[in-house]
């Protein structure tokens, strides 16, 4: 008798009643479980926004360091209309720099590696050199075409990511 008091005597917890507390906490612990799993995956997309915003600017920043230090007559627009005051091309040559989304020293291998699509694009607008007529109320007449500013628009889309583009525009000086 005296061990069946013994028993009796000892207080704890049965198992249904820690069953019971495992079930609570379960339930309290399922939508922080789904909060942490979807404040994960906005971390990363964010992550990847602002490594995409980086290496476009970076790249942007190279462009625009290129195109300010370089006198007018190192540009080299290629082949283009001109009838035209604006155009868009994908590459442009200044100085030694090729300008496009292939040059590795200025796009990161990155860029191309990590997104879907990288473009580059470059609107050239021209001014026009005009002769001014001898007599005294002609029309001036237009001799051809001088190279006045360089838009720059950098494109970057991805699986994960926000579409972001960058612009920046550079006016040329004038010799």
Known sequence: MKRMSFLKEKQGFTLIELLC??????????????????????????????????????????????????????????????????????????????IS?????????????????????????FENIVDEPAEAGGNPEIIGKELESIKYTISVKGKRINDYEISTMVNLRKD
């Open 21 to 98: 507390v495992v079930a609570v906490i379960g339930v309290i612990m399922l939508p922080l479980a789904g909060t942490f799993s979807s404040g994960y995956k906005v971390f990363h997309k964010e992550d990847e926004n602002i490594k995409a915003m980086r290496l476009a600017r970076g790249a942007m920043e190279k462009i625009v360091d290129i195109t300010r230090m370089a006198e007018l007559s190192q540009i080299d627009a290629g082949p283009h209309n001109q009838n035209s005051n604006k155009v868009e091309v994908n590459t442009i040559k200044i100085d030694d720099n090729t």
């Open 101 to 125: 989304t292939d040059n590795e020293e200025l796009f990161a291998p990155e860029l191309s590696k990590d997104f879907e699509k990288v473009e580059l694009k470059i609107l050239l607008s």
